[in-house]
Structures are given as structure tokens and as C-alpha cells.
């Protein structure tokens, strides 16, 4: 290959890598998540209790009251998992919307999701986090959809914070999204509230450019 082809192919390479990385996207809209906020499992009383594995009855920690949680429809609860009310035994702030919040202590707790969403849409998450101002401290959580790890965040105590995971085209393979703790060892618990996505889908006009960019790599490499 020449000099000169292969500054052609350079030039060609980058162009490329423009293209891609300049993808337009059209159409965003909102991912449908079934009760983003937790609310849907109510507590009784509704400030104080906490709730492992919200599916019936569990005990609390509010004296020697129990707490109820009609269960939260769409979210699934590891071990480790459950529901805490407003400044529950959990050491957990009021939250940032509503009464409840998801509490992850341990590793390999998990709160998780299956979601409605079409191959190639480009997904990403938001969340409020806060990590317990008690015990050990905060969990390290994992988010992961697809199969496939979209953050790591150990959110501080004191306060809730909003976190966004890095943007992820769906590939097919598992809509589930799961929040996972990732601390080992200890007591460390994070607390997770107003869970929200979005999803894109790329311009067709996108892959004209590419299938344009790619050609010309063909031409000239066979130069």
C-alpha cells in the first residue's frame, strides 16, 4: 500500500469514528418503569418500619410494631433487599419522593426490574441514592442491564444524590435491570428512590454514514 493510500485509509478510519461517535438519535422517550418510587408496597406504620423482601407480612423496627407490605409490583427483592420507611431503623433521610425507599445491605442484595424495551435502543438510567449513616456505612452499587454492568456508584451519607449510568445499546439478551450490592464484608447498606430511564433510537440516516464510511474503507484499503 502506498504512502499516500494509507493516509487515505487514515483519513478514512477517522472519518469513520466521526461518523459513529456523532450518532444522532431521534425519538427519545421515557422507559417505562412500574413504581419508579417504591410506593406501591405500603408500610404500616408508614414512618419508621422496613420491610425485607416486601411480599406479606415482616417485622419492623419501630418498637415492637410489626410493618406491612402489600408487595411493589414490578420489583423483585433479593435477600439482603426490602422496603424502608421515612427515618426508619435503617438510619435512612425522608425520601426524596414519597414514603418508601429500596434498602440493598450486603453483597449480591439485589432489587431488580424486567423492562419492556426493543433491540437497539440506546437505554440510560437515573437514580437517588444515599448510603446508611450507620453500621458500616454505604453498599457500592452495581447497575446492570442487558447483562452487562452500566455503573458503579457508592453514594455518600447524608444526604440523597442522583446518579445516571453510562448510556447502552439493548442488545436482546435480558431486560432486566438490577441494582446489586457490591461492598463485601461488613454491614454496608445503600438506599435507592425515583427510579427513571430513557430510550433512543439511532437516525436511519446514521447508517447511510456508516455503510458510507465503511465503503470507503473497502476502496481504499484495496487500493
Same mark, same amino acid.
Given at each position: 500500500? !502506498?504512502?499516500? #493510500?494509507?493516509?487515505?485509509?487514515?483519513?478514512?478510519?477517522?472519518?469513520?469514528?466521526? *461518523? $459513529? %461517535?456523532?450518532?444522532? /438519535?431521534?425519538?427519545?422517550?421515557?422507559?417505562?418503569?412500574?413504581?419508579?418510587?417504591?410506593?406501591?408496597?405500603?408500610?404500616?406504620?408508614?414512618?419508621?418500619?422496613?420491610?425485607?423482601?416486601?411480599?406479606?407480612?415482616?417485622?419492623?423496627?419501630?418498637?415492637?410494631?410489626?410493618?406491612?407490605?402489600?408487595?411493589?409490583?414490578?420489583?423483585?427483592?433479593?435477600?439482603?433487599?426490602?422496603?424502608?420507611?421515612?427515618?426508619?431503623?435503617?438510619?435512612?433521610?425522608?425520601?426524596?419522593?414519597?414514603?418508601?425507599?429500596?434498602?440493598?445491605?450486603?453483597?449480591? !442484595?439485589?432489587? #431488580?426490574?424486567?423492562?419492556?424495551?426493543?433491540?437497539?435502543?440506546?437505554?440510560?438510567? *437515573? $437514580? %437517588?441514592?444515599?448510603? /446508611?449513616?450507620?453500621?458500616?456505612?454505604?453498599?457500592?452499587?452495581?447497575?446492570?442491564?442487558?447483562?452487562?454492568?452500566?455503573?458503579?456508584?457508592?453514594?455518600?451519607?447524608?444526604?440523597?444524590?442522583?446518579?445516571?449510568?453510562?448510556?447502552?445499546?439493548?442488545?436482546?439478551?435480558?431486560?432486566?435491570?438490577?441494582?446489586?450490592?457490591?461492598?463485601?464484608?461488613?454491614?454496608?447498606?445503600?438506599?435507592?428512590?425515583?427510579?427513571?430511564?430513557?430510550?433512543?433510537?439511532?437516525?436511519?440516516?446514521?447508517?447511510?454514514?456508516?455503510?458510507?464510511?465503511?465503503?470507503?474503507?473497502?476502496?481504499?484499503?484495496?487500493?
Amino acid at each position: 500500500m !502506498s504512502l499516500t #493510500s494509507r493516509i487515505s485509509l487514515s483519513t478514512a478510519l477517522s472519518l469513520a469514528a466521526l *461518523s $459513529f %461517535s456523532g450518532i444522532a /438519535r431521534a425519538d427519545i422517550v421515557p422507559v417505562t418503569i412500574n413504581d419508579p418510587s417504591f410506593e406501591n408496597g405500603v408500610l404500616n406504620p408508614t414512618t419508621g418500619a422496613y420491610c425485607y423482601s416486601p411480599l406479606g407480612s415482616c417485622p419492623g423496627n419501630s418498637g415492637s410494631t410489626a410493618a406491612l407490605a402489600s408487595g411493589t409490583p414490578g420489583w423483585t427483592f433479593g435477600d439482603g433487599s426490602g422496603l424502608a420507611g421515612n427515618n426508619s431503623g435503617f438510619n435512612n433521610n425522608t425520601a426524596p419522593d414519597g414514603n418508601n425507599v429500596a434498602f440493598i445491605q450486603g453483597a449480591s !442484595s439485589t432489587v #431488580s426490574q424486567v423492562l419492556n424495551l426493543s433491540v437497539g435502543e440506546v437505554v440510560q438510567f *437515573s $437514580f %437517588s441514592a444515599m448510603g /446508611r449513616n450507620a453500621q458500616d456505612g454505604p453498599n457500592e452499587l452495581g447497575v446492570f442491564f442487558d447483562g452487562t454492568q452500566v455503573g458503579d456508584f457508592t453514594p455518600a451519607t447524608g444526604s440523597y444524590q442522583t446518579f445516571t449510568t453510562d448510556p447502552y445499546t439493548f442488545t436482546g439478551i435480558d431486560e432486566t435491570l438490577t441494582f446489586e450490592g457490591l461492598t463485601v464484608g461488613g454491614d454496608h447498606t445503600s438506599f435507592v428512590d425515583t427510579v427513571s430511564g430513557t430510550a433512543a433510537t439511532p437516525e436511519p440516516g446514521t447508517f447511510g454514514m456508516l455503510l458510507s464510511a465503511s465503503g470507503l474503507l473497502i476502496l481504499r484499503s484495496e487500493e
